[in-house]
């Protein structure tokens, strides 16, 4: 049972970056970290890991990787400065931001991580599991 996987084409804000995903599992997890609210002006609204042989890029010259922890980089456009992607260094995976796709019509929003941090004039009206900070094992 479960959603199908979803085959994704993406884009930043100037184009100059494309994205092709494919075989992504549907469930969508927001993030409310407080580095993630820095990076995408809000909650980071993610798709599900995808490893590099996953992905597609063109323009790839145009990404810029910033180390922002230890343990993970963050990725946009240097032409436009579109939020891109969070990449988990310890498992080489990479959380692509759900607005940079259109056609995410077989999404799911299913949880929600580090809700210790969500500020208190926003919430989802969406059902979601949510996490204090990230899922237990």
Same mark, same amino acid.
């Not at 597609?56 to 032409?79: H, K």
């Given at each position: 049972?479960?959603?199908?996987?979803? @085959?994704?084409?993406? %884009?930043?804000? &100037?184009? !100059?970056?494309?994205?092709? *995903?494919?075989?992504?599992?549907?469930?969508?997890?927001?993030?409310?970290?407080?580095?993630?609210?820095?990076?995408?002006?809000?909650?980071?609204?993610?798709?599900?890991?995808?490893?590099?042989?996953?992905?597609?890029?063109?323009?790839?010259?145009?990404?810029?990787?910033?180390?922002?922890? @230890?343990?993970?980089? %963050?990725?946009? &456009?240097? !032409?436009?400065?579109?939020? *891109?992607?969070?990449?988990?260094?310890?498992?080489?995976?990479?959380?692509?931001?759900?607005?940079?796709?259109?056609?995410?019509?077989?999404?799911?929003?299913?949880?929600?991580?580090?809700?210790?941090?969500?500020?208190?004039?926003?919430?989802?009206?969406?059902?979601?599991?949510?996490?204090?900070?990230?899922?237990?094992?």
């Amino acid at each position: 049972g479960g959603a199908e996987k979803m @085959n994704l084409s993406g %884009r930043c804000l &100037c184009g !100059q970056v494309t994205i092709e *995903l494919t075989e992504v599992h549907p469930q969508v997890t927001a993030c409310h970290c407080s580095m993630c609210r820095k990076f995408h002006g809000g909650p980071f609204l993610a798709l599900a890991a995808c490893s590099r042989d996953q992905i597609t890029f063109t323009g790839e010259s145009l990404i810029q990787r910033y180390n922002s922890s @230890n343990w993970a980089q %963050r990725g946009f &456009c240097r !032409q436009c400065g579109s939020s *891109l992607f969070y990449y988990a260094q310890e498992t080489a995976e990479f959380f692509f931001a759900t607005g940079l796709f259109q056609e995410l019509t077989e999404a799911v929003f299913t949880e929600e991580i580090y809700t210790k941090d969500q500020p208190l004039f926003y919430h989802f009206a969406e059902r979601t599991r949510r996490w204090l900070e990230l899922p237990s094992s």
